[in-house]
């Protein structure tokens, strides 16, 4: 896409990249909820929210049940106590992706600025407006709430169809051989049909949504003329800020993680399904697949970062060679009523000083991102997994592969 725009120098903020950047304030989901005194992202008001999202989500599901069973029934299907899935997307996933939306989304407006630096300003306003707009499309956010409807319509449609009473369905018609013929909903399970899960499946569409403007913004921007420095102190060319901003997205890794670990526990430990490799292996998939996601993007910028290094380190070779055959010729060379006034002279220290930035240059990464920020994605993604391992069998199954696959193994 080309962006037009006027032109600035990079280093030099524009007024319009000064004011704060967000791809989630403003929409119509924040504004609704500011309507209702659960709007912007200072401590007190994000716990008003996520108290808010519990008293519309979780409460009343938990009083009709309670009110049905009067008490908290038998561990299995039938009791909403002991149905972790539901923990995990009421209780879980939402607290976290609201603390998350404010926390990322400082990160997102913190990197945007800086990009100020690096960037010309005028294109880079330019991605920054429209990304805001496409973030906030009423269109979008529409879309979402209709897909969430429809995802629990047709969970709702194979709950009544699967002939298994639960805490939210209940059997009305019986054969002889005492198998469920027809299912309705309880209070409970109306309320997770009209409220509970249509809110939950907007939400997490919304992050997706938001998730994807980003990422395209990303892509934009890695296509920018941007003004690289490679003496930079975070390694990347300035380009650090944008290492935060996809390590805070393991938050929402965590959240979504920790929903499927859930729903994986329901259905071993509670439905009785087996730990065959059609539940371990999505979770393996899940765990390397996740957190490549948001790394993927900031490999756009790897072939700039690349070219910079390379001319850098060029132009850096030969002042070195330069400062190198100077430095010597005055230390080296010079005769002795001279090597008195050397031990005053700042040419060593300034060979030490260039020494230092050749060196940084040098460590320069061509992926604006390092180990630790690896080990925060692929950890936030993996965590929820370890109490699994051995209902699952995981680390009989690693054990076994290691086996297989040590030198020697299997010979004769």
């Not at 989500?57 to 909403?80: A, C, D, H, K, N």
Request: with cysteine.
């Amino acid at each position: 896409m080309r962006v037009r725009g006027p032109s600035a120098q990079p280093g030099k903020p524009s007024s319009r990249l000064t004011r704060p950047f967000s791809l989630f304030s403003g929409d119509l989901y924040d504004r609704a909820l500011a309507s209702v005194g659960l709007g912007d992202g200072e401590a007190p008001r994000i716990l008003r929210r996520i108290a808010g999202l519990l008293a519309l989500t979780w409460l009343p599901l938990l009083v009709l049940f309670l009110m049905r069973e009067r008490g908290i029934g038998q561990p299995g299907r039938t009791s909403l106590i002991w149905d972790i899935a539901a923990w995990a997307q009421l209780v879980g996933f939402l607290p976290i992706a609201t603390v998350a939306e404010v926390y990322i989304d400082d990160k997102i407006r913190g990197a945007v600025r800086h990009l100020a630096t690096v960037a010309p300003h005028g294109p880079l306003a330019a991605l920054a407006d429209q990304a805001e707009r496409v973030a906030r499309s009423a269109y979008a956010l529409a879309g979402c709430a209709v897909l969430g409807h429809a995802f629990t319509w047709f969970w709702a449609r194979d709950e009544l169809r699967n002939g298994l009473e639960s805490w939210h369905t209940r059997c009305v018609a019986r054969s002889a051989a005492g198998v469920c013929l027809g299912e309705v909903f309880t209070p409970a399970g109306w309320w997770v049909v009209l409220v509970s899960l249509p809110v939950f499946t907007f939400i997490w569409l919304r992050w997706t949504w938001k998730i994807g403007v980003w990422t395209l913004f990303l892509s934009r921007v890695s296509r920018l003329k941007l003004r690289l420095i490679p003496a930079h102190p975070d390694r990347t060319g300035g380009l650090g800020c944008l290492s935060d901003v996809q390590t805070s997205f393991a938050l929402i890794i965590f959240g979504t993680s920790l929903l499927f670990a859930a729903f994986v526990w329901y259905k071993v430990q509670i439905e009785g399904a087996a730990a065959s490799p059609t539940v371990w292996v999505p979770i393996l998939g899940y765990v390397l697949l996740a957190p490549s996601a948001f790394m993927a993007p900031l490999f756009l910028f790897t072939r700039t970062l690349y070219r910079v290094k390379g001319a850098a380190l060029h132009r850096y070779s030969m002042l070195g060679a330069t400062l190198t055959r100077r430095f010597e010729r005055n230390w080296l060379r010079a005769d002795a009523s001279r090597r008195g006034d050397l031990l005053d002279s700042t040419h060593a220290s300034t060979l030490a000083d260039f020494r230092t930035a050749y060196e940084t240059v040098d460590s320069m990464r061509v992926v604006p991102f390092d180990v630790r920020s690896v080990a925060e994605l692929f950890g936030s993604a993996a965590g929820p997994f370890i109490p699994l391992a051995d209902l699952l069998g995981i680390w009989e199954k690693g054990k076994a592969i290691v086996e297989f696959i040590r030198p020697g193994a299997g010979l004769p």
